[in-house]
């Protein structure tokens, strides 16, 4: 019985620093100074220093990370917001009305599933009649496709859990259906509209082939944007440097799911198997 | 004025049938306009209707036909080794995960990291200079393999999407392993029956269905990868790692073919659709 559970916990460490090993290297290149990233490439640092981080965080000519950073936020809080709201009241009436269940919901749910680069052509050719490329709204717009069969799949299973007698009874007060679904539906909904937003979020974050093709300069997100540290203009890469780009680039999503990783894990499961 | 309940259906709809008209439907006849027409950046506006011609361009395109071959490829390698993988520690770490939860959080770390970064990071991890592994295989073994060479380059990418994505199945398997009733194991183990045996007779059957939904969607999700090859190495020495997504980009924005690029976009359309359609056929039935 001992031996076993100390081989689970070695399993478990093994498996945590395989998977994790990419970021993990990553974070300690991001602290070593560039002699040292010639000099000792392996994970042992010698000399940690916040040269790196400085460099990203200080605003130059050749780098503003926060216009990456705030083009991000905008498009990924553009992208997890907008869902909920288009998706709130229908699904009010699919969960409890049984609306759309047969051709809508598996239409939408399946959409998910898609390949998202058969909607980056046409998306990139309708931006630039309607004049949306390199946009945050535009970007934003995009995420909020990407994020609506999961948002939609959310609040229906988050209607539907709520007691229907509580309906009921306010029904029996003479409430009407606007009053019924803000007062009583919307606020018991707040916890599935959390979830959905942080999950979202995240998504909207990490995206990265809308970002490629549909933004070029004022509206490039962080991960296009990190990736542009890559491309060797003259002297090569610069490895500490694009090292903590990269961190600073997964600290956002990756705090806000760590913080919510029950969330972010409950979601994920019911998306999977309801799906 | 009462609304009728189908009135106020509709005004609840309606919201997010507009949204999705513009959206999509806008971009769904720009497809089938595309599809047809010869057209280029330069002449976008004025796309020239040329009947079946693009659909004849792909399908004749042996790329096209290498891309397919390389994302089905990937795909069903990534899923088994990802389902394997994340069985084996779901069932073996159960019992030290009811007592730390947290442990949960450490392995699920991989998939809340944007996969178009976990690219770029193994740019770096792998880089023959600055990269901590080719050290250590110098270090320990005197010789290191090029990983991004053409001869290694699929099992590196395998690797890397295995690593990120086997915490998503490990979940799946983690969620229905728990939700096996207790009773049916403890009226197992009064008969006598040994761990090995129970797993297999008992609770793998019990999460047979969960091992269908993680393989059909890291399936699916591996056929139509981009993020994480195209940061990491593009289209692969000599296009050898050209997945679906990637011959339709690089046909879209590098070559400036658009109706061929749309063309090839319906026809994966379709094919991912029909894959949909019978992988969840498949389940029903299994369920």
């Not at chain 1, 994790?20 to 392996?42: G, Q, W, Y």
């Not at chain 1, 050719?125 to 970007?139: A, E, H, P, R, Y």
């Not at chain 1, 944007?225 to 956002?252: D, N």
Request: with cysteine.
């Amino acid at each position: 019985m001992k031996l076993h559970q100390i081989l689970r916990w070695i399993v478990f460490v093994i498996a945590a620093l395989v998977m994790n090993f990419p970021v993990l290297a990553t974070f300690i290149t991001a602290l070593k100074s560039p002699a040292e990233i010639s000099r000792n490439p392996s994970l042992a640092i010698q000399s940690p220093t916040l040269e790196n981080f400085m460099t990203v965080l200080t605003v130059s000519d050749r780098l503003n990370v926060y216009h990456y950073l705030w083009n991000s936020l905008s498009a990924a809080l553009i992208g997890s917001i907008l869902p909920i709201i288009v998706a709130f009241p229908i699904a009010w009436a699919m969960a409890r009305r049984g609306y759309g269940r047969n051709i809508l919901f598996p239409l939408i749910v399946n959409l998910r599933a898609l390949p998202l680069v058969i909607f980056a052509v046409p998306l990139y050719l309708m931006f630039s009649v309607v004049n949306l490329l390199d946009t945050q709204i535009g970007l934003g717009l995009v995420l909020a496709i990407v994020n609506l069969p999961l948002a939609l799949m959310l609040l229906v299973n988050a209607v539907s859990e709520i007691p229907i007698e509580l309906e009921e009874a306010a029904r029996m007060d003479g409430a009407r259906l606007p009053r019924l679904i803000g007062r009583i539906v919307l606020p018991l909904c707040r916890p599935a509209f959390i979830t959905t937003f942080v999950f979202g979020f995240i998504t909207a974050w990490n995206e990265f082939l809308f970002g490629l093709i549909l933004t070029t300069q004022n509206a490039v997100p962080m991960t296009v944007g990190a990736s542009f540290f890559f491309a060797t203009s003259g002297g090569g890469v610069q490895w500490g440097v694009a090292a903590a780009v990269m961190i600073v680039a997964a600290l956002p999503p990756l705090l806000l799911g760590l913080i919510m990783y029950r969330k972010i894990t409950g979601s994920m499961v019911s998306g999977a198997v309801k799906g | 004025m009462r609304l009728l309940p189908k009135q106020e259906n509709a005004i609840l709809a309606s919201p997010m049938v507009l949204f999705l008209l513009v959206l999509l439907g806008f971009p769904v006849v720009l497809s089938i306009i595309y599809g047809f027409s010869e057209a280029s950046f330069e002449s976008l506006m004025s796309p020239k209707f040329i009947g079946l011609e693009n659909f004849r361009l792909v399908l004749q395109d042996s790329s096209f036909w290498d891309a397919g071959w390389f994302s089905l490829r990937f795909g069903v390698i990534t899923a088994l080794l990802e389902c394997v993988l994340g069985l084996f520690l779901a069932v073996y770490l159960a019992p030290l995960i009811r007592k730390h939860g947290w442990m949960v959080a450490v392995l699920i770390i991989p998939m809340i990291v944007a996969p178009a970064m976990i690219g770029l990071m193994y740019r770096l991890v792998l880089h023959e200079f600055a990269g901590p592994i080719p050290y250590y295989f110098y270090e320990w073994f005197g010789w290191s393999p090029s990983f991004l060479s053409t001869g290694m380059v699929f099992q590196t990418i395998v690797v890397a999407e295995t690593l990120q994505w086997t915490p998503f199945a490990f979940l799946l398997f983690l969620t229905a392993y728990q939700a096996i009733p207790n009773d049916i194991r403890e009226a197992a183990s009064v008969d006598g029956t040994r761990p090995w045996r129970m797993f297999w007779k008992i609770e793998f059957p019990q999460m047979l269905p969960t091992l269908f939904v993680a393989g059909f969607i890291r399936f699916i999700d591996g056929f139509r990868v981009f993020d994480n090859i195209y940061t990491l190495v593009g289209a692969g020495p000599g296009g050898s790692t050209t997945s679906m997504s990637i011959y339709i980009y690089e046909t879209f924005l590098r070559r400036g073919e658009i109706g061929k690029a749309m063309a090839a976009a319906i026809l994966l359309f379709i094919v991912a659709f029909a894959i949909l359609a019978m992988g969840q056929r498949l389940m029903r039935r299994a369920q």
